[in-house]
């Protein structure tokens, strides 16, 4: 089975960045869809960035485009989630999720889910 095991998260002011992992189960698996989505109190857990391990083609919600960057560190077996520019709104916690196939973006389609880890932006 898929194991996802997130790192990176914590608490930075407004226009700081951070850096999140997600290790996968020793290796990247090819003909996967791996992705970072968040949730916040109040709200639904809603994708943030997706990429395609064979594929490539990284995809990002309208929110973080041109702050937020996903790549696959292959050599490190890890999904990685550059985060710069933070803004308050992107406080929530953010999940590593894979699925076999095709990229989505519900949150339905991911069967693969990392327990979290906490990002917190203060004003």
């Known amino acids: 089975q898929v194991q996802l095991v997130e790192s990176g998260g914590g608490s930075v002011q407004a226009g700081g960045s951070l850096k999140l992992s997600c290790a996968a189960s020793?290796?990247?698996?090819?003909?996967?869809?791996m992705g970072w989505f968040r949730q916040a109190p109040g709200k639904e857990r809603e994708g943030v960035a997706i990429?395609?391990?064979?594929?490539?083609?990284?995809a990002y919600a309208d929110s973080v485009k041109g702050r937020f960057t996903i790549s696959l560190d292959r050599a490190k077996n890890t999904l990685n989630l550059q985060m710069n520019s933070l803004k308050p709104e992107d406080t929530a916690r953010f999940y590593c999720?894979?699925?076999?196939?095709?990229?989505?973006?519900?949150?339905?389609?991911?069967?693969?889910w990392g327990q979290g880890t906490q990002v917190t932006v203060s004003s």
């Open positions: 020793g290796y990247i698996r090819s003909r996967y869809c």
């Open positions: 990429i395609h391990t064979d594929v490539g083609s990284p």
């Open positions: 999720a894979a699925k076999f196939g095709s990229c989505t973006w519900s949150r339905y389609d991911y069967n693969y």
